[in-house]
Each structure stands twice: as structure tokens, then as C-alpha cells.
């Protein structure tokens, strides 16, 4: 990766340096009457980076990243030996993991995540509700659904996962500024993706659902209206949704030294 801070200083550094040479050079030859050249606007600066990724550690002496096209099975592995190869299998899409990952991050905010672009799979079984399409409520056995899933990610080391993001963190970079961010920063996009999740409220009882079409809906449409990502932690129910927050504060936390805002 690399590294737009130390691009910046050494920016300043060679300017002043050219600088200092035309000037010494001009006063040797310049005359009285010389007229004095017009100063070019500066170049507009790239937003700046809020949240720069700390430096990968161990990461660093895996040895060269693979192409973009060719990095699959070295995810593969090195999510394997985070959650075992089973889980790899039985969760993980097989192709273009990073991409996926990319964009469903992205995607979290939004009101809706790409079916065809999420990293994982989808939990068996189909959603349960319990009432009729006007009035409803989400059935607690839907969150045993997710529970396989969730518990993988609750055994996770985050710091481990850390190390695996930041060795790849080029790749997700690259894939970032494709979707349409030439100049975007995508661990400040990770951060604000991760606190959005967190925002996500904590439901004090049974969550009122309506069916106008095919899908389900809340009756609320306040909590319609919350990002995809809300939402998907809502339908997890209270329990699993515990354990994907508890994790994201943990990798919020390596992957910037500043406290989450909610």
C-alpha cells in the first residue's frame, strides 16, 4: 500500500527543493526590468485520510501479494486458518472473494445489498414470521438460522483477522477506488461502515412486520428505512446481533486508534 502521508512530506520536500534552485538561479540571472512570472493555482489536494491502517506487522513477511485475479485461494487459506477449512466451504463464496467483500461493505449503509455481491452465503431455511401479511412479528426460531454462522464469528481472533486485512489491504484498496472512488480511502469507508452497524438500535420487543408484496417489511417505517446493514442485525435477532457488534468494536479498534461514535 501505499502510504499517502509520506506522500504528502515528500511532495514538500521536492518542491521546496525545486523551488529553492529556481530561485537561486533566477537571482543570478534575472534582470531589473524582468518581468515576474504568474503563479499557477496549486493542484486540488486528495481528501484527506481519516483513518490510516496501522502497519501489518507479521502481515508484512508473507511474502509478495498475489494479482488481484489470482488472489482467491490465498484468502482461502489465510481465512482458514482463522475459522478452519470447513467453515471457508461451507461460507465463503468461492470466487472473487475480495470483490464481494468490497462492495457488500460498501453496500452496508445503503438501503440495499447486491444478492449476486455478498461474500457469504445465505443462511439455510427461509424466514419465519409469526401472524398473517398485515400484522406480524419476526419468530424467534428465524434467529436459530443464523446462529451456526454467528457463532464462527464469535470464535474469531480479531487481531488475527486484522493481519489478514491489513496483508491484503492493497487489493481491497485497488478493488475500492474501481467501484467509483478514484481518491477514496476504503479503511475510512470501513470505519464508517462499522459504525453504522453499531448504530443499529436494540429492539425492546417483538418486531412488527407487514407483508404489502412479496417480502416482509417492518411496519415501522422508521426502521424500514434504516440501512441494510441495520436491518440484517435486526432480523439476526438481539443475541446474534450482540455478538456482531461486540466483534466490530474489536476491529474497529485495531483498525483505528479512535472510539467508535455509537
Do not use: C
Amino acid at each position: 500500500m501505499v502510504n499517502k502521508p509520506m506522500i504528502a512530506v515528500a511532495a514538500v520536500v521536492v518542491l521546496a527543493g525545486l523551488g529553492a534552485a529556481w530561485y537561486w538561479h533566477s537571482r543570478s540571472t534575472q534582470t531589473a526590468n524582468a518581468p515576474v512570472a504568474a503563479q499557477q493555482a496549486p493542484p486540488p489536494s486528495e481528501p484527506a485520510i481519516e483513518h490510516p491502517v496501522p502497519q501489518p506487522g507479521e502481515a508484512a513477511s508473507q511474502g509478495p501479494l498475489p494479482a488481484l485475479g489470482e488472489s482467491d485461494p490465498a484468502m482461502k487459506d489465510a481465512l482458514a486458518g482463522l475459522a478452519g477449512s470447513d467453515a471457508v466451504m461451507q461460507y465463503l463464496v468461492p470466487d472473487s472473494i475480495i470483490r464481494h467483500i468490497v462492495v457488500t461493505i460498501d453496500n452496508l449503509p445503503r438501503q440495499k445489498v447486491a444478492v449476486g455481491k455478498r461474500p457469504a452465503v445465505s443462511p439455510p431455511g427461509t424466514f419465519l414470521a409469526d401472524g398473517d401479511e398485515l400484522h406480524a412479528t419476526i419468530d424467534p426460531n428465524n434467529f436459530a438460522r443464523y446462529q451456526p454462522m454467528v457463532a464462527v464469528v464469535g470464535k474469531l481472533d480479531m487481531r488475527q483477522l486484522s493481519q489478514v486485512y491489513l496483508r491484503f489491504y492493497p487489493l481491497f484498496q485497488h478493488v475500492y477506488q474501481d467501484l467509483g472512488y478514484p481518491s477514496g480511502y476504503f479503511n475510512d469507508r470501513l470505519v464508517q461502515v462499522i459504525d453504522s452497524m453499531l448504530a443499529t438500535p436494540q429492539p425492546s420487543g417483538p418486531l412488527e412486520l407487514t407483508r404489502p408484496n412479496v417480502m416482509y417489511v417492518y411496519a415501522d417505517p422508521a426502521l424500514e428505512a434504516r440501512p441494510a446493514g441495520q436491518k440484517l442485525l435486526l432480523r439476526m435477532g438481539p443475541e446474534n446481533a450482540a455478538v456482531i457488534k461486540a466483534k466490530l468494536k474489536e476491529l474497529r479498534s485495531i483498525v483505528t486508534a479512535a472510539p467508535p461514535k455509537h
